[in-house]
């Protein structure tokens, strides 16, 4: 027997301890109406002391659910810290939801208090009084209360809270790194949200591996712009890692369009920015045609649905580099990302930037084909992708739901490859998957031909119901602004790049691609304005 290395645990109360002492005069900085209002992370602990207090005077002295309804500011900041950290569980409610699901998840979580944007209190206000458990109500920034006035809630003032508490926590010894720090409900796009409960252990790594130079490399030279929601899968951990690592964080707050959003980056010049493709799209276009320069930004983490060979190109020519990304609220969820390997350059390193990356150590990958058998990872065999490992999901919440795992892997419901060299390349989701006359058609790989033609701003493809083959392609296609593109056009672009027979020979142009509480599209809702005859499809000869 050996005397080994003493049981410390990876807790986020580590994290929030030492980031806001040894990182004392690091910055976080919100974006506000009129310019950017500023903390150090020493002023940001020593609230949180105010923050743990003030919730243990309202009954937090166990693992009861504290929920945030918040954009990315100092103070959502100071609860991602404050609540794990004493102990409870910290849950993100996804403001976007529709109300029944927000009903359905906070009373499944069983929130017991909930801190609220004053801007928000609108849209807190149509769910509130359904919320069952929640007592308590923090009213965080300006904001009329008088919508949640007949909630039957307790309402506080945030800044109130904190001016009457202490600054010093008595902050727990004995947490145990394996009890949950937080939670976060999938999206739901079909059936009832599902509960992913994350460990301070889980947290603490995955941190750790988000600073890691085969992920983003974060460290103090950095300041990092979550424009990801930070009740979308953590913010793809960005805040717990710059918390540690000790770079300074610049919060957008609710200016998420593209001209608030570049004006942000001219002016604070960040070097790391994480967002969901649809909103770089966005913020190319707005920076192209205004001529901003964005060259603070050292790398942009792009994720949560495949990022368009067009995008990556176009911030290149910017001068900003995108690392393509992949992950799940399940995986925590950064799970892998697209550097090239040492060896590789010119197409073949591009064809690696396309990828989803390569996974993390810490966790590890397998394709699982039809009968649940598993194929090789030779970056030929598709399959479904299956993960496992220290920051992966076990279970969910109060849900056993065992169809979701297999043998202790989790199934991702992502179809791919991964190749000997740990690189994974995703072809669809599994419910989005297109097979006619039983091959596969990738609408990923269509959706990123059709995004390469100059007209095109956005194209998703869906399997539609055909006859002869069971499933066809259907491609909805929106034009840039006077752009003048038919189908038969865009048909004959798609020609010269993939197999005739994938070619879709329907199509139907729209105004907008619909999109998910998270801002991807929304393949769903394309599918279901379909069965009801709401597109207008087009069959060029
Ligand atoms: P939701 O299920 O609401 O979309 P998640 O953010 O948890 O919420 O979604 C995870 C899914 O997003 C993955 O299973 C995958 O299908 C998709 N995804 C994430 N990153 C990528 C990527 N880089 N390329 C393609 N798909 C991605």
Sequence with gaps: MFSTMQDFPLTITSIMRYGTTVYDSCEVATVTDDGVRRRSYGEVGRRVGRLANALRRLGVDGDQRVATFMWNNAEHLEAYLAVPAMGAVLHTLNIRLFP???????????????????????LLARVLREMKTVRHVIVSGPGDRAPLADSGKELHS????????????DWPEEIDERQAAAMC????????????????????????????????????TDKVLPVV????????????????????????????????????????????????PTIWNDVLRYAREHGSDLTSLRLVPCGGSAVPESLMRGFDELGVRILHAWGMTETSPLASAAHPPIHASGDEAWRYRMSQGRYMCGLEVRVVGDGDVVLPSDGQSVGEIEIRGAWITGAYHKDEDPGRFHDGWLRTGDVGTVS????LVLTDRAKDVIKSGGEWISSVELENHLMSHPDVLEAAVIGIPDEKWAERPLATVVL???????????????????????????????????KTSVGKFSK?????????GDLEVQQPS
């Design 100 to 122: 029944d699901q927000l009903i359905y998840i906070a009373n499944h979580a069983e929130d017991e208090i909930v801190v609220v944007d004053g801007s928000l209190i609108p």
């Design 158 to 169: 945030y800044e109130d809270l904190l001016a009457a508490a202490p600054e010093t926590f």
């Design 185 to 220: 409900y999938t999206s739901g796009t079909t059936g009832n949200p599902k509960g992913v409960v994350y460990s301070h252990r889980s947290m603490f790594l995955h941190s750790m591996s988000v600073c890691t130079g085969n992920a983003m490399g974060m460290n103090q």
């Design 229 to 276: 929601p930070m009740f979308h899968a953590n913010a793809w951990g960005l805040p717990y890692a710059a918390v540690m690592a000790g770079a300074a964080l610049l919060m957008p707050d609710r200016f998420l369009q593209a001209e608030p959003l570049v004006k942000a980056i001219e002016s604070e010049r960040p070097t790391i920015s994480g967002a969901v």
């Design 420 to 423: 000997p060299d740990g690189f």
């Design 480 to 514: 840039r602004a006077d752009a003048t593109a038919t189908a038969a056009e865009l048909r004959e672009f798609l020609a010269g790049r993939v197999a005739k027979w994938q070619l879709p020979e329907r199509w139907a142009f729209i105004s907008e691609v619909p």
């Design 524 to 532: 769903r809702t394309l599918r279901d304005m379909y069965a009801a």
